[in-house]
Nanobody, 118 residues
Framework: QVQFVESGGGLVQPGGSLRLSCAVSGFTVMSSAMSWYRQVPGNERELVAGISSGGSLRNYADSMKGRCTISRDNAKNTVYLQMNSLKPEDTAVYYC???????????WGQGTQVTVSS
C-alpha cells in the first residue's frame, strides 16, 4: 500500500530554514519522480518542487526558486525539501507525492504544517 509520511514542519521566523522529510512506502523512490506540494486553506494544492526519476532534473515553483532544494535518500526511501529564507507567504501544509510536475498517486499523506511568522 502506498503511503507518504511527511514531517519536519513547524513554526519558524521569517528568514529561517526548515528541512521537510517524506518517508515513502509501497514503492521505491529511486525509480520514481517525486514532488512536493503545498496548500493553504481555501486554495488548491500547488507544486513546490519536483525531482525526476533519475535525479538529474529538478523543477521549482517560481516563488521558491533559489530558496529550496529537493533531494532524496534512496537507502531510506525518503524525499526531502530543504527550504531557506522562508517568508510568511510560505505558510502552508506541505505534502509529497509521486510524479514530477503533477501528482500521479491518488494517495496523500497527512502533510506537515509550516508556519512562518515572527
Amino acid at each position: 500500500q502506498v503511503q507518504f509520511v511527511e514531517s519536519g514542519g513547524g513554526l519558524v521566523q521569517p528568514g529561517g530554514s526548515l528541512r521537510l522529510s517524506c518517508a515513502v512506502s509501497g514503492f521505491t523512490v529511486m525509480s520514481s519522480a517525486m514532488s512536493w506540494y503545498r496548500q493553504v486553506p481555501g486554495n488548491e494544492r500547488e507544486l513546490v518542487a519536483g525531482i525526476s526519476s533519475g535525479g538529474s532534473l529538478r523543477n521549482y515553483a517560481d516563488s521558491m526558486k533559489g530558496r529550496c532544494t529537493i533531494s532524496r535518500d534512496n537507502a531510506k526511501n525518503t524525499v526531502y525539501l530543504q527550504m531557506n529564507s522562508l517568508k510568511p507567504e510560505d505558510t502552508a501544509v506541505y505534502y509529497c507525492n509521486r510524479g514530477y510536475v503533477s501528482p500521479s498517486s491518488g494517495y496523500w499523506g497527512q502533510g506537515t504544517q509550516v508556519t512562518v511568522s515572527s
